[in-house]
């Protein structure tokens, strides 16, 4: 009879604690950020946002970015084919329920040196938000390269693909 109840108990014990687990365990939510930086004529950084994490409401569609801790670089070393870089930079909601609202993402770069430093791979970690995203975390990879103008001169800018979940 004793053993009885200990397996009993055990079982509603085991219950309820599986009932009591919180939905936010919910998978992570894929997404994709496109960067667009330029240097020239007018500096200006802004951000697309994709996937399932903006379409069930998780992240914004589109913002601003800017650096919040300038860009740190490894020293240059004719023996290595990368330079490794870190970019810390907040983005800005500009529309939808998260206007205003911001989120931190921390970017570790890998510059190609043989491609005459055109071209990256990056990790990067979305730290925290503020309002609406506060509690926001993710992570992922992504590439990025210089472009330049079809026309002699400006604009030059960067463009990044971060790819990745979030929740």
Not at 16 to 35: C, G, H, M
Not at 125 to 146: C, F, M, Y
Request: hydrophobic share 40%.
């Amino acid at each position: 009879m004793g053993r009885r109840l200990f397996v009993l108990g055990a079982v509603a014990m085991l219950f309820a604690v599986v009932v009591a687990t919180p939905a936010s365990a919910a998978k992570p939510l894929d997404v994709e950020f496109e960067l667009t930086t330029y240097f020239a004529p007018t500096p200006t950084d802004t951000f697309e946002a994709f996937g399932p994490a903006v379409d069930d409401g998780l992240m914004c569609g589109e913002g601003t970015k800017e650096e919040v801790v300038p860009e740190k670089w490894s020293p240059p070393d004719p023996e290595k084919v990368t330079r490794n870089g870190q970019v810390i930079s907040r983005y800005t909601c500009s529309e939808g329920p998260f206007a205003g609202d911001t989120f931190v993402i921390k970017a570790q770069l890998d510059l190609d040196v043989f491609a005459g430093g055109s071209t990256w791979v990056l990790n990067w970690v979305l730290k925290d938000g503020t309002g609406g995203l506060a509690g926001l975390h993710g992570n992922g990879s992504g590439s990025g390269s210089i472009f330049f103008g079809t026309e002699p001169g400006p604009p030059i800018g960067a463009h990044d693909l971060y790819t990745g979940h979030l929740h």
